[in-house]
Every structure is written in structure tokens, then in C-alpha cells.
């Protein structure tokens, strides 16, 4: 439980092995602690409040670091748009996979142009995030003669729920000075709504290493792609959330057999064994083989120490012999990812 202790000017907060925290009477976060203080609420409750840095390394199992006022993650800072969603994924009770997802969906897209127009677009439009990484924007289209969805401008591309659109990505301009171009059209929902004309208003989900180009000359409101998913027809509202977890199952609303439980257990026992199956083939690694230091920093802190210590018999933690030791050195990934690097190198794995 937290130490704490009132002066004439300050309230002093110490939390475990924590730096104590020095509130001024009648501030917001003075205020806020009294409350906790009488109320003797968890350490984590005074976390949550007061030390949101901590937070959200404890949120995120190490994953994020928080370095004065910037967050990283893999040892790079990320940009303020992100920050601010991982704030808003800690304080919404979220869980921080889908956004370590999202950071490296944008990784993985192949143009450093590319990732600075998905920013743009980010900044100017909340899109909601979904839980393998992705994000949400909407799309209007036709119905040909059929009654299928379809792309209101050629026709050709098949835009029922669950299809999924794709074109090669050399054919997409990348140019974002040519406001209107070659390229599969996704927008936020007010430049959908009030600038296309279409059968439909629908609901796409786009990865972010699949965005080419945001032109220039509408707020950034609008993009170019090479793939997206139809999730749904939108009823006319948009979509208001940070985070989606239903988003991964409207896909199967109007047609397919799985049910809403059954995929969500089929989604997040995915994203669980992908991870597992990470850690063990770093754990099988043969001596002499290379170990990647982005793969190590895709794991938790303690993971990585497991990581060591199955192929070395090197305890990382053998010396941190109390409870709040430990903890202050699990939170530092970055010096933990450096170390456990030069372990395996001095025990013969390439890196």
C-alpha cells in the first residue's frame, strides 16, 4: 500500500520502490491522491492516477517504455498520434496487443512516404483500431444488376460483406499532389458520406502496410490503397471508438456459419499463439543461428530473460534478490534487450 505524507505546501506519495511523487496543494493530481490517500486505495490505483508513465509500462507488460515524455516501443519512439491512442487504450482499460499489432502493421509498410501520409490521416480522423493491427474507414458503392455490391466506378471489384479488395500496389499512385488516381478509395465517414453518391455506405478495414497515398487537398480525409476488407454496411452513423473488438466478427454478420463467440475465441487464441510460437522457436534456436533483436523486442521483458536463460542457463534476474528490484529492472526492456543480446553472442548465436 502507498506511503504518503502531507506538508504545508506538498503531499508526498510513495509508491513500492518507486521515486516518491511530489504533488502542490491544489492541483488537480493533489486533489485527486487526498482521495486516494484516505481512502487507502491499491498501489495500482495511485498508479493509474498519478504516475502514468509507470502505468503504462505495467499496462503493457514492458512492451511500451516511457522515457520522460515520450513513449517507444522496440526501442523507437513513436509518433504523437500513437501516443496519444496508447493513452487513450490505458485510461479506456483497452488491451495494448492490438496497438503493438497496429505499430508494426505500419512497420511493415514498404514506403516511408506511405507511413508519413497514414499519420496525416490519423491525426485528422479517430479511425477505430481493431485488434490485429488494423484500422476502420468507409467506402460508398453501387449495386449492379445482380444486387451485388460493387465499386461505383468500374464496376468490377465485388464489395459484398466479408470480400476482400486487392490490386497489385505498383498500379497505385503513390503521389499524393494527384488528388484523384489509380487506386482501390477508402475515406473517413464524412467524406464518404457527403462527397461520394453510391447504393451503400460501408464499413472497410484497411492494414496500415496496405495504405499508398493521402491527397493533399481534402483535410487528408481521404486514401489510396491497395487492399481492404468489407466489414459491413454502415446504417448511417459513424463508428465512435478507440478500439473495436467486435470489429474482427461483423464480417460474418450476413453470411457465414461461425458464430460471434466462436470467432472471438478464434481471434484472440491467434494472436495468443502466434506469440507462443515466437518465443519457442527463439527458445529452439541452434547455436551458431542468428537471433533477431527486433524478434526479442516483441516479447515482454521476462520473456526475453526466459529466452536466455532456456538456451544459456543464464538467470537474468539472479541478482535481484527483492520483489521491487525485479520490478524496476523488468521495466527497463531496452537495457534487457541489450544485454540478453550480448549473453547469446558470448554463448555462440549470431545476432
Not at 516511457?66 to 513513436?78: A, F, H, K
Not at 507511413?115 to 479511425?127: A, I, S
Not at 510460437?277 to 516483441?298: P, R, V, Y
Amino acid at each position: 500500500m502507498a506511503k504518503w505524507l502531507e506538508t504545508d505546501s506538498f503531499l508526498v506519495v510513495s509508491i513500492g520502490d518507486q521515486r516518491p511523487i511530489i504533488l502542490q496543494k491544489g492541483s488537480d493530481k493533489y486533489i485527486t491522491a487526498m482521495a486516494l490517500c484516505v481512502s487507502n486505495a491499491s498501489d495500482e490505483d495511485f498508479i493509474r492516477a498519478l504516475d502514468v508513465g509507470a502505468g503504462i509500462e505495467k499496462f503493457s507488460e514492458g512492451t511500451f517504455t516511457v522515457d520522460g515524455e515520450r513513449i517507444l516501443i522496440d526501442s523507437e519512439e513513436v509518433r504523437d498520434i500513437l501516443a496519444e491512442r496508447i493513452l487513450a487504450f490505458y485510461k479506456g482499460g483497452h488491451p495494448y496487443l492490438p496497438l503493438v499489432n497496429f505499430y508494426r502493421n505500419i512497420q511493415q509498410n514498404p514506403s516511408d512516404e506511405s507511413k508519413e501520409h497514414l499519420y496525416l490521416f490519423l491525426e485528422v480522423n479517430k479511425m477505430p483500431i481493431t485488434p490485429d493491427g488494423c484500422f476502420l474507414a468507409y467506402k460508398k458503392v453501387a449495386r449492379d444488376d445482380h444486387g451485388n455490391l460493387v465499386d461505383a466506378y468500374t464496376k468490377k471489384f465485388c464489395n459484398n460483406v466479408g470480400a476482400v479488395v486487392c490490386m497489385e500496389r505498383a498500379k497505385v499512385n503513390p503521389d499524393r499532389k494527384v488528388t484523384c488516381s489509380t487506386g482501390l478509395h477508402v475515406a473517413s465517414f464524412n467524406y464518404a458520406q457527403n462527397n461520394y453518391s453510391g447504393a451503400a455506405l460501408l464499413e472497410v478495414k484497411v492494414n496500415p502496410k496496405d495504405v499508398v497515398a493521402v491527397p493533399n487537398d481534402y483535410n487528408n480525409e481521404k486514401m489510396r490503397v491497395c487492399r481492404y476488407e468489407v466489414m459491413a454496411i454502415n446504417p448511417g452513423q459513424p463508428v465512435v471508438a478507440e478500439y473495436l473488438e467486435q470489429m474482427m466478427i461483423r464480417s460474418k454478420r450476413k453470411h457465414g456459419k461461425k458464430t460471434i463467440k466462436g470467432e472471438k475465441r478464434e481471434i484472440k487464441a491467434k494472436l495468443v499463439q502466434d506469440h507462443q510460437d515466437l518465443i519457442a522457436s527463439l527458445k529452439s534456436t541452434a547455436q551458431g543461428d542468428n537471433i533477431d533483436t527486433s524478434d526479442l523486442a516483441k516479447l515482454t521483458a521476462r520473456e526475453i530473460i526466459e529466452v536466455v536463460q532456456a538456451l544459456t542457463d543464464i538467470d537474468m534476474l539472479a541478482n535481484k534478490i527483492t520483489e521491487g528490484q525485479e520490478r524496476v529492472y523488468l521495466k527497463n526492456k531496452k537495457s534487457i534487450i541489450k544485454k540478453a543480446t550480448q549473453i547469446l553472442v558470448d554463448a555462440g548465436y549470431n545476432s
